[in-house]
């Protein structure tokens, strides 16, 4: 259990539509500092660069290195080693979400996604954790 608030996210989506509808939802209505990287190389180097999130969000299907495949990478930095994660995918059957919680998912959330309610859904994930 952590004390520790909710206000650093590393989002990584390679749909920049998707990406912006997100940063809006997650920073406007949620008031969080967002990063988003647009593949998991991006999302690596900017926790090599520094970048220390509360919570990682990432993207399922990606070209090169889809969303599991980056937070095995993740998991090897220090600084994201036990970071919560939150998987976003539309493929929500049980068998496949079964497979994110395998991976050490906090949550899973639907794509599409409702953009006035993601930063809700985030923050009800985190506070299970919290």
Known sequence: MTA???STILYVEDDLDIQAVAQIALEVVGGFTLKTCSSGAEAIAAIEQGF???LLLLDVMMPNMDG???LSHLRKLPATS???VIFMTAK???SEQ???YTLGAIGVIA???DPMALADQARALWNKVA
């Open 98 to 100: 079964d497979y994110y």
């Open 82 to 84: 036990a970071t919560p």
């Open 4 to 6: 520790k608030s909710l």
């Open 92 to 94: 929500v059957q049980s």
């Open 68 to 70: 599991p495949t980056t």
């Open 111 to 113: 794509k599409p996604f």
């Open 52 to 54: 220390v999130p509360d």
